[in-house]
């Protein structure tokens, strides 16, 4: 696009004789070629240039600016209107120019996105206009003013220079750019000039015709006849207001309407000066820039500004909503379709969703906008029933159920939908969208395709996880983890051979949280490697210090130290480990790692290298919580495990009186095939005498529970039990 008058495009690249490398630079000199002809400026080209220069920078930095701020563009369009770019086709040049060749020319791709630039663009614009529109007001009012005041002049000195006032008088009525008309007080229109019958598109005598009250329109403010009727009362001097006409032809004109009272030398009413100035021209631009920058460019559907508006408005104080139902949308597994396809799939795919959607929500009281990437929300204002919420929900899902034929490629469509619906109550609208955005991944999490339901607990233990994730960085280098060792027991004699060490988080608010609440969010966010980085190297010191102080005789105590998934797969998991027992001067043999079987089982041979590795140090490997996985027993010869650790599910059946005789077999038969692989087994969870008598007569090598003693701080570990 071309602005008018920009002058002939240079090749791209060539800069123009004397121009600087300067984007601001060259988007002004088009800026100037496309505007200085429709101004009445008295600078000369270049000064014109070099002032657009200045408005330029400060457009850029505003464009760039965080957070970003619009109110730039206001100071540029009153600065464009103090310059005199005030021809009717100025503001259409100016906004043309910004929109074809800002970005092109001031957007920085290292800070900004070219979808945000965009937008930031159109807001610019939008605030521009408003800026000149509100100088050009500005100006209009002091014209007004000014002719308010000559009008007054001429009739009060009418008795000395009737001849002279009257020559002045009809100079500015009728050469001005202004609609100007005269009323006496009864609303009958007396005189009108070439500009208002011009902005009506009839005759003089169309106009003068009909009477003020006559001029009503559907779209008047409330406010409009309570002040003429004020002024037709002689209770007030003039008003100001926007105003809309119906022409001759059907159009409509949109005006800035000034009526001012014109009193006698008495102080009585004796006529009504009206004056109008034609903004629908910019009422439409500024329609159409409000559009542009509360709709998705995309889809067409309201964007996350307007559903803001709209959410805020319903749950307002002045609001006469009583309750609301969101439903808040996001396409699973949206991102595999842009890695895979590409972002112009993905963008048809977005077109279509948003279209089957667009037909579930188009009833009275409804909103459906596009908040985000693949993010849809509806909003309901004072839906009948929950019902009719969970309704909506279902009839999207079903719209979504069809494959999207895009160009012969059928593409499958699911989503999770997060609901809430209640009374309009104390929340705000980001507090409303966060409960909804949390329903919506707990509908994912159990598997997608459906939509779930607010759930005060739910929602409460999903903000509990997001606040221990947030902090366990933080908690980490702030020492706030713990360790407490649970003994391990020699079930031929009772002695100790060694103690497990169990991390422990002592949270400043929620107190102490065992593994089960903050070890999986860990695993997630990657935070488990230097988490467990920290408790092998504090359980290798304390068994060092076990050592010094000789506690376990002649059989130094071992510790175990339990390996999550992640670490089994760190690249520097032997060294860091050799490194360790180097440090603190432990035999690897005092050292035992513990792998889930799950963990271990899933490993091929190359992820199992390291721990073979460990094995041939010396290091002792456990596997962990052995029955609970996917295991069989013939499995177990590939594996570098020297203790298998058998978890408490098959231990409960011993407690019983008498012992259930399956849970006696399968112990019997695990114990057995284990010591023939030459591994020692290790029960968990001993929490009778009874048990431990059992579990000793078939030959369980060792056993840790509460029976023994129950996870503790390193100097209450028992010598004996």
Known sequence: MTPPDAGPALPEGQEPPGEPPDGAARFARIWSRAVYPATATSMTRPEFEAHLLGLTRQLADALHARPFDPSPGRTVGRALVAAHCTAPDSLPRILGVLDAYLLLYCLDGQQLSAE????????????????????????????????????????????????????????????????????????????????????????????????????????????????QGELMRGERDHYSIEKPYNRSDGTVLWTNLTVSLLRDADGEPQYMLAMMEDITERRLLNLRLRYQATHDALTDLPNRALFFERLEQALGPSSECARIGLCYLDLDGFKAVNDSLGHAVGDQLLIAVAERLHSCVSGPRQLLARIGGDEFVALITDPPTRAAVTDLAQRALDALAEPVDLGGRELMVRASIGIVEGPVGDLTASEVLRSADITMYRAKSEGGNRYAVADPDSEARAISRHHLTHHLPSALRGCEFFIEYQPLIRMEDGSIEGAEALVRWSHPRHGVLGPDRFIPLAEHTGLIVPLGRWVLREAVRQACEWQVRGIGGARPLRVNVNLSPRQLHHPDLVDETVAVLEEFGLPAASLCLEVTESAMVRADDHELKPLRRLAELGVGIALDDFGTGYSNLASLRRLPASTLKLD???????????????????????????????????????????????????????????????????????LAV
């Open 116 to 227: 945000e630039g965009r937008a930031r663009c159109s807001r610019l614009q939008h605030a521009i206009a408003a800026g000149f529109s509100h100088a050009l007001q500005d100006r209009t009012r002091s014209e007004q003013e000014a002719l308010s005041r000559a009008a007054l002049q001429a009739q009060t000195d009418i008795a000395t220079a009737l001849h002279e006032s009257e020559t002045r008088f009809r100079a500015v009525f009728n050469d001005a750019a202004l609609g100007i008309g005269l009323a006496d007080m009864d609303g009958n229109i007396l005189e009108t000039n070439r500009t208002l019958s011009t902005m009506f598109g009839g005759s003089e005598h169309h106009i003068r015709s009909r009477n003020v009250t006559d001029w009503t329109h559907p779209e008047d403010s409330p406010e409009t006849w309570r002040l």
């Open 648 to 718: 408490r599910s098959f231990t409960e059946g011993l407690q019983h009186h008498p012992p259930d005789p399956v849970d006696l077999r399968i112990i019997e038969g695990i114990v057995s095939l284990s010591h023939a692989l030459g591994l020692s087994v290790t029960v968990e969870g001993v929490e009778t005498g009874l048990q431990a008598e059992r579990l000793k007569e078939l030959g369980c090598d060792s056993a840790q529970g509460w029976f023994y003693a129950r996870p503790g701080p390193p100097e209450k570990l028992p």
